[in-house]
Nanobody
Framework: QVRLEESGGGLVQPGGSLTLSCTAS????????MGWFRQAPGQDSVFVAA???????AYANTVQARFTVSRDNAKNTVYLQMHDLKTEDTDVYYC?????????????????WGHGTQVTVSS
């Protein structure tokens, strides 16, 4: 059974930084596309960033130059480094895996999802 577990969320002041981690178990995700999404209660998932097969990366315009997605294959873990955080970045952040390796911004292309980690940006 594939499981994705996010960690690293929390409360941070505007302008601060956080690094989210997503560790996979039950499957090696080194060749998977791994995406990060955010979602508010009752709303659709919103694409944040993705790292696909070959380690190409993609970002939403709102986080370009502030967020960096990367992976550590030895740890079967994907990271989302978030800098210069803004109050509007507040949300629950989810990681997702696409076993075909090519998914980026479309949530429906991902087969596995974590349970999310809360990021709150507030002074």
């Amino acid at each position: 059974q594939v499981r994705l577990e996010e960690s690293g969320g929390g409360l941070v002041q505007p302008g601060g930084s956080l690094t989210l981690s997503c560790t996979a178990s039950g499957r090696t995700v080194s060749n998977d596309a791994m995406g990060w999404f955010r979602q508010a209660p009752g709303q659709d998932s919103v694409f944040v960033a993705a790292i696909i097969r070959g380690d190409y990366t993609a970002y939403a315009n709102t986080v370009q130059a502030r967020f960096t997605v990367s992976r550590d294959n030895a740890k079967n873990t994907v990271y989302l480094q978030m800098h210069d955080l803004k109050t509007e970045d507040t949300d629950v952040y989810y990681c997702a895996a696409d076993i075909h390796g090519g998914a980026t911004s479309i949530a429906a292309q991902y087969e596995y999802w974590g349970h999310g980690t809360q990021v709150t940006v507030s002074s």
